[in-house]
């Protein structure tokens, strides 16, 4: 690598990162990708590990051996903390600066928990391998302490499973949860049965899936009645403690509340200087470029880019992969004197699962739903893993899951012990509590 090639500075080697450095493979740059793990995630089937079915290594591969075989590229550990718009230089952790000719941001998105942070304690959502594992270690912890439990309503609440959020993700956690919790572990127990547990999925919004068609929505529902979820619909949370969640007027005793409900972008809006919405996804023109600023592109689930609706694209794989493949192309037709493109998004469809044999597609043009679904599905998610060893592992354990009912990877890591079960709540106190308050 040379000095005189232009230097391109990807941040962030999610879906839209890795789809932008892998469309510069050819291109004669000098390319570094930083990141501040060592590996990337296939988010999409993250929940898996989050129930028990895959194992993180099934769902990740180190960022480095992915890029392996392409010589152009330089991977950096590192957390990047501001951009020096000025002297186009990339501020790190470590201390060290980056300096660039065009900078990709595509740093993906947190959770949010609409301003009240003190409910990610007792409820976290999953994004990273450590949330999934911790998640996967706080829903066993309940199926283990539950099986000793000699009082009833603690046992009740330790197999209440609350999932909050009716997205794609809130409809396959519960999914999921129920097939675990009702048959997977079944028979490795022996006081507590299929009938003990309960899943309650909360959802704000009047249905599930509000990405996907009205009849799309109501087959999800039922299939996850099937399944035995409860689904409590126009539900807004007001309250998440250790050991219990208030739905609407409902008090629900439960020690398991998980968070599917919304997301919050990476802090690139503020490292820019430039305008965000409220999700703070920067806003970008019609060729991904923030603030009026050609050399840097933000994509993903970091950017807000309207669709042809006027609404921002939703923050989905195809969109950051797309728009990750457009910067390479952009980049390219830059450096070398050419006129630069506009991105064109091109939506391929939306899917969701619901337990291990249910699913609906939406192709815009077909719809499809049940197993014919799932199979495609588990085809595409497959196909999509990064590695070659990741889509036949994963392919395998979807295909034992689905006639065992199977959950190989029910492994309680971490110190979940050391936290001790919360202690029982009572409803009558809660509420002189509230009376008190409100005097
Ligand atoms: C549980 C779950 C399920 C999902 N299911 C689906 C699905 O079924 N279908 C679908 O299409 N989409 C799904 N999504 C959404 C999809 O995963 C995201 O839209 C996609 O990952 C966005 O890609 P991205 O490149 O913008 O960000 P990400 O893939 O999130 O990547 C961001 C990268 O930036 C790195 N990073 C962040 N901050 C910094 C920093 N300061 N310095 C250095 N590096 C940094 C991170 O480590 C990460 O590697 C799901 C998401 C989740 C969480």
């Not at 197999?159 to 809130?170: A, D, Q, R």
């Not at 499809?368 to 990064?386: C, D, K, Q």
Request: glycine share 8%; proline share 5%.
């Amino acid at each position: 690598m040379t000095s005189e090639r232009a230097r391109v500075v990807v941040v962030g080697a999610g879906f839209g990162g890795l789809a932008a450095v892998k469309s510069l493979r050819r291109a004669s740059l000098d390319l570094t990708l930083v990141d501040s793990r060592n590996h990337h995630l296939f988010q999409p089937l993250l929940y898996q590990v989050a129930t028990a079915a895959l194992s993180p290594a099934d769902v990740a591969g180190p960022i480095r051996s992915i890029l392996r075989d392409q010589d152009n590229v330089r991977v950096v550990l590192d957390t990047v903390i501001g951009v020096d718009r000025t002297r186009c230089e990339v501020g790190l952790q470590s201390g060290k600066r980056l300096p660039y000719d065009w900078l990709v941001l595509a740093t993906g998105a947190r959770h949010s928990y609409f301003g009240r942070d003190d409910w990610a304690r007792h409820a976290p959502g999953i994004k990273s391998i450590e949330d999934a594992t911790a998640v996967r270690a706080k829903v066993l912890l309940a199926l283990e302490r539950a099986e000793t439990e000699t009082d009833k309503s603690r046992r009740d609440a330790m197999l209440t499973f609350v999932v909050i959020g009716g997205g794609p993700t809130g409809v396959e956690m519960a999914g999921a949860i129920a097939e675990l919790a009702h048959r997977a572990v079944s028979r490795d127990f022996r006081t507590i049965t299929p009938h003990c547990s309960r899943v309650i999925l909360i959802n704000l919004a009047p249905r599930l899936l509000e990405g996907f068609p009205e009849d799309l929505s109501r087959t999800a529902l039922a299939n996850l009645q099937k399944l035995g979820v409860e689904v409590r619909l126009s539900t807004p949370i007001t309250a998440i403690a250790a050991d219990h969640v208030i739905a609407g007027d409902e008090i629900i005793l439960t020690h398991t509340a998980i968070w599917a409900a919304g997301v919050q972008a990476s802090p690139a809006a503020a490292w820019l200087g430039a305008e965000a919405d409220r999700s703070g996804r920067v806003l970008v023109d019609g060729s991904l470029h923030p603030c009026g600023d050609a050399r840097i592109f933000v994509i993903g689930d970091t950017a807000n880019y309207p669709g042809s609706d006027g609404q921002p694209l939703p923050g989905i794989a195809p969109v950051a992969k797309q728009q990750g493949r457009h910067a390479a192309k952009a980049i390219m037709a830059l450096t070398e004197g050419r006129p630069e493109p506009r991105f064109r998004y091109r939506n391929y469809g939306n899917l969701a699962t619901i337990g291990r044999s249910h699913a609906v597609v939406d192709f815009g043009w077909w719809k499809a739903t049940g197993l014919l679904a799932w199979l495609i599905w588990s085809t595409v998610h497959v196909y999509f893993l990064v590695g070659f060893r990741n889509r036949l592992q994963v392919g395998a354990s979807l295909a034992w899951n689905y006639l065992t009912y199977a959950r190989h990877a029910r492994l309680i890591t971490g110190s979940p012990l050391a936290e001790p079960a919360p202690h029982s709540f009572d409803p009558a106190k809660f509420e002189g509590e509230k009376h008190d308050r409100a005097a």
